[in-house]
């Protein structure tokens, strides 16, 4: 896969897009593991799936699968579907035909967030104070209470642990068949997203307080990096960990995490500067690109290694609510907070 | 996507003054109007509503030095969940428990920017059953300091107390709070207009919902533990001189001042200056223009606990001219 962002002919040919509408905000959005479905959860409780390929004509399966809305969607690590959870209290099961399977119901709770982890075939799940794995085989494991609702999960590179945000830090569970003492990551205030890193080294958390928050798991060591103008709501790690992407800045921002780590140093901060903040960032899943969402609705794609970006949708006045990367980094799904989906391949 | 903010509004009161039947009557009553209600897991009676949300109330500390700088994180998660949805709403009614500080919901709506780009506060409506309020005051800080935070007060269970009980009630509640407009009732029947779309934290609106807001106060209430205490002054202000005190006031005595408004005629300004505050946290801007011939003053007021008159006063002289 290889983005030509410094030729001119390749910024300013038109990717092959495809754009649907609807009238409910995009809550979420994901390509399923074998990278040939999208889908798009929305604030009217609908999933819409369409198929990757762009020159397929659009008929979209859309299955008003939750009673509320979407809150959450993700490729189904066990199979070809999707995974959703809502604020109806359900978590599904989502077949290509659009047709659903329960796994938990937790009537009058939400289920905001959820994670996945491809070799294992796991679903982890926040409700309320708790965090759910649903293994390969359907079979639910509960973790928790923790102190507060969670607000952020992620698996462990292995699969093996699960990591859990809430107030006052982040808990590190266990979750295969020894089971070993939960693990707290202690850092006072409410602590609103995490990402574990791809080589398992780092968990990343975004804080009330407009900081990010990185622990070194094995020595339980901690670092703080400030000076954003919002809360920090999405992160991304680079494939190969070098780099942890932030959101809330104009232009893409990569804290070092190659040889010693980011302390002392600056992020690398790249790209054109877009109108408004990056709500949304998702680095590629195998080379050295990186997509942002911002507020305004613009979308743009950059290189760390070159250091430049490319616009590839203008800003509307609506907001980038979720981006995707399907899994050979090919395609790119987002979404926006009045309804806009959108599909784009990148190969040119 | 502009949208305009959804007006919050927050219930306060003891367990059983009437919270929920109260809920219940802006939901059957307010015919065509969509709201969505937060209320506490624990709630007494079943909330009739297509979007009822079971919040725990999760309070927190900002990890930013200040300890009265505490909000409600479920608030903050419930409000960003709610904009998701394809519906929107006319309004959204938070109930807290009966043994709520009403400080860390009113701070959530001066913090978090998400919260605050998609919502206002408008009022904080405290429930009292006047039955068993005096007693309640009592059995902890909680019933003092949701007067103390109220907007307007629901004085309810009238048909349970005789006149001169409900004499007594009324005057402990005007000792601690003169400002929240109090309406009397009997199984929370209340006119709607007089809870709902009060603007109660809308600085253009501080004149409007206080009528005599301006007129002159006094400082009578030596005996409250917690009470009310307003400043007023013919003199133009100093605005460098008043930021520095109440910034400085804030910082050391935010934890005490539940409440705090004012306006300012500051020298040489065309426009009143309003201010409104919950603990430290502060929102402040221009507000109308004097009038030609209109004599300007200022007027401050603090509800809190342990308020130093004598110092207050002493302080803010010294920010006139």
Redesign the interface.
Known sequence: MKLDLGNPAWVTTLPATRAVAS???V?ACAFSSNGATVGFG???GQVRLLSADVKQPASAVAEPVHK????SLIGDPAGDGFVSSG?DGRLLRLALDGSATEIANQK???I?KLAAHRATGAVAASV??MALVVDKAGEIKEFGPHP??V?GLDFSKDGGRIAAAH??GVTVWSIGAVTLPPKPLR????HVALKWSTDGKFIATG???NDIHVWRVAQSTDMRMQGYP??VKSLSWSADARWLYTSSQPVFTAWPFAGKGPEGKPPLQFGEEGAGLITVVAAHPTAEYVAGGYDSGELQVGDIKTRRSAVLKMSD???I?CLAWSPEGTHLAAGT??GKMLLIDLRR | ??QAQVPVTVLTGYLGAGKTTLLNRILSEQHGKKYAVIVNEFGELGVDND?V??A?E?V?????GCICCT?R??L???IE?L????EKFDGILVETTGLADPGPVAQTFFT???VKAATRLDAIVTVVDAKHFLGQLEQGSEALQQIAFADVIVLNKLDLVDATDLAKVEAKIKAINPYARVHKTEKSKVELDAILDKGAFDLNRILVFEPDFLEHGHDHNHEEEVKSLSITSDRAVDPDKFQKWMGALLQIKGGDIFRSKGILAIDGAPKRYVYQGVHMMMDAGWGTPWKKDEKRASKLVFIGRDLDGDNLKRGFEDCLK
């Not at chain 1, 509320?68 to 809150?71: P, R």
């Not at chain 2, 927190?60 to 930013?64: H, I, L, R, T």
């Open positions: 009238d409910a905000p809550a929305l604030g009217d509320g809305a979407v809150l604020d009058g709770k939400w905001d309320g104070k507060s609702t607000a107030y006052g850092w006072t205030g409410s804080t009330q307080e919002a809360k006045d609506s907001s609510t907070d009045d | 996507m502009a979007l949300v079971n725990d999760e927190f500390e900002m990890n930013n909000v994180g479920d903050i998660r419930i969940g904009m998701k949805r394809k978090d920017d998400d």
